[in-house]
């Protein structure tokens, strides 16, 4: 009998992630084709690194009384498929099979609603600032491992999905580092990174 491939995945959850069930979540709608990964950056509260008030927030567990900046969050219901912490440690909240709900109003590739085809990546961060080795190493192996079970044929910021809307994660983030690490085709980028 011939033995099964593992390929880390149990059906859309990564078996190298921890898992914390986000219930901020959807069906795909019929015909959605997963072929864009979007990177976004959190914080919470801005500029705090180590917590677990993403992990919380996701989970609609955040204590919006707990700092003054998080006030405004209360009653938000968003997740994203994964969260990044600054050592590299990785978070899943939503099956990739559904759809998690992190771009709101956006647009990419001629596509409206990006979350119906998109996969949601949190880097633990504040825009404009820089994110950590560990980060990029941990964001790679992960878009390796989505590119093999899914048609990603994208890579771009929120800021790219949603531009004027959002601004993450920002210029702190190295394009050219994850296009280097990454080996993919520049055609899969943002234009505007292509150059860098």
């Excluded at 950056?41 to 998080?70: K, M």
């Excluded at 050592?87 to 109003?105: I, K, P, T, Y």
């Excluded at 899969?188 to 860098?196: E, H, K, T």
């Amino acid at each position: 009998m011939a033995e099964e491939l593992d390929d880390g995945w149990q059906g859309g959850w990564y078996r190298f992630a921890r898992h914390l069930r986000s219930p901020n979540f959807g069906p795909r709608p019929a015909g959605a084709q997963v072929d864009l990964i979007v990177v976004h950056s959190i914080s919470l509260p801005p500029g705090r690194y180590g917590g677990d008030e993403v992990q919380q927030f996701f989970a609609n567990r955040l204590d919006c009384s707990a700092h003054p900046s998080l006030a405004s969050l209360r009653g938000v219901k968003v997740s994203a498929h994964f969260y990044v912490r600054r050592d590299g440690e990785l978070w899943q909240f939503v099956s990739c099979d559904d759809r998690a709900w992190h771009a709101g109003v956006s647009t990419w590739r001629g596509r409206s609603n990006c979350n119906d085809d998109s996969i949601g990546i949190e880097l633990e961060g504040l825009e404009g600032e820089r994110f950590e080795p560990p980060q990029y190493d941990a964001l790679v192996a992960l878009c390796h491992a989505l590119a093999q079970r899914y048609a990603i044929a994208y890579i771009a910021g929120h800021e790219d999905i949603a531009p004027g809307r959002k601004r993450d994660p920002g210029k702190g983030f190295d394009w050219r580092e994850m296009r280097q690490q990454l080996g993919w085709d520049v055609a899969m980028f943002p234009q505007r990174v292509v150059g860098d």
